[in-house]
């Protein structure tokens, strides 16, 4: 995939759009003969900002939730499910080879410490008053700190030397859950914002990318997936955040990333590649998909303040059908066909402005309420590509 994703003009109910709280992002996993008449029943996994609150507050705030459609991947979706309370952040479900689901995600679902998750008030819902009212969401973005004191890696000087850190993960053996969570150790430090993305191989290791500090995308690799995990590389993927690997039908690996400057989000997703998954290249041929999105001739191009957390669905074949991202709109860029409170007829010209929409939802100045928020599911047009590989499993190196 060396050039932008062939994208289809999105559908308005698309994904999971809420009037009374922000979700930002996550994954779906099919359930074959689940939904009325033996039909597909689809379960997404997002974060979602609790007490109404909108984007800023996902340092104190953000749950991870179930969804669940009957209607197919597009949705509409209905919550189902708390599957990690606050706080915990950027899910990604991951089906083993023998059919148990294994959840990645930050934070271990214990409420912070020091900051109990902010109470926003009932109308604008899903978004976050001025700035100023969650100022120590900068003080979480420092070194090494969170407001949950289990979010980060740890250092766990009763382990083995080679292993010191351990990171928090789910295990369940169906979509339902119970969930059970797991310390899996790991031979360095990843910090509080990893966003860990994983892919498993039919013997069982599994191969996961981290948002590392620095911004840089580090890898590291597991023979089970209860660890140890050993570190690989520290250049995977491409500079940036919320990396998304996958393995295309030849066996070469892939990653998409939330791209450096993020603030010309008409550009935010990039692509890199790799043929042995040790040694990346970033795609020279620019953006894979962007924060201007297409509802068709109804109503045409909308840019967002931001399009991030990019993640992909498959067919069977190992073709890419959908992209899923976290996107945010400003008050006044926020069309009435999205949410109620919406501008009626033309925006006005400043939603133009990719810079200045993106730091609105960003730093959410006073008055605030600029960080509405919601996960959208896109359709992508399929393009079959021929395949002689078949997938081999991972050798550490």
Wanted: aromatic share 8%; glycine share 8%.
């Amino acid at each position: 995939m060396a050039r932008a994703l062939a994208l289809l003009p999105a559908r308005v109910q698309g994904g999971l759009r809420l009037e009374d709280s922000t979700t930002w992002g996550g994954n779906v996993l099919e359930e074959h003969g689940a939904a009325p008449g033996g039909g597909t029943r689809h379960h997404l996994f997002v974060a979602e900002m609790v007490e109404h609150c909108g984007l800023t507050t996902w340092r104190q705030n953000s749950r991870i939730v179930r969804a669940v459609s009957d209607e197919g991947v597009l949705g509409p979706y209905e919550r189902a499910q708390e599957v990690v309370p606050v706080w915990s952040h950027n899910p990604q479900v991951l089906r083993m080879p023998k059919g148990d689901l294994l959840l990645f995600h930050i934070g271990s679902g214990t409420e912070g410490l020091s900051h109990p998750p902010k109470m926003c008030p009932a109308a604008p819902h899903g978004t976050t008053p001025c700035r100023e009212k969650a100022q120590h969401q900068m003080t979480f973005a420092g070194k090494h700190q969170s407001q949950d004191a289990k979010a980060a890696t740890r250092l766990q000087h009763d382990k083995n030397e080679s292993f010191p850190f351990t990171f928090p993960l789910h295990h369940a053996e169906s979509l339902a859950g119970p969930w059970q969570s797991h310390e899996a150790a790991i031979s360095f430090d990843v910090g509080d914002n990893a966003n860990p993305s994983p892919v498993v191989f039919p013997n069982g290791t599994v191969l996961i990318l981290f948002h590392a500090l620095n911004f840089a995308i580090a890898e590291s690799v597991g023979t089970d997936w209860r660890g140890p995990y050993k570190l690989r590389s520290t250049k995977a993927c491409g500079a940036g955040e919320d990396p998304f690997l996958y393995i295309d039908q030849r066996g070469y690996f892939h990653c998409l990333s939330h791209a450096a400057p993020f603030s010309h989000p008409r550009s935010s997703i990039v692509h890199s590649f790799s043929r042995d998954g040790y040694t990346w290249t970033v795609s020279k041929t620019g953006a894979t998909a962007g924060s201007e999105i297409d509802y068709g001739a109804a109503h045409g191009k909308v840019l967002f303040s931001k399009r991030e957390r990019p993640k992909l669905m498959f067919n069977e074949k190992r073709e890419i059908t959908h992209l899923i991202s976290g996107v945010t709109l400003t008050p006044e860029c926020t069309p009435r066909f999205l949410y109620s409170d919406g501008v009626d007829g033309k925006l006005p010209d400043a939603c133009q402005n990719e810079t200045m929409q993106y730091h609105l939802s960003n730093r959410n100045p006073c008055p605030g309420h600029f960080d509405r928020g919601f996960t959208l599911i896109q359709e992508v047009e399929t393009r079959a590509t021929a395949s002689t590989h078949e997938f081999a499993p991972m050798a550490e190196s």
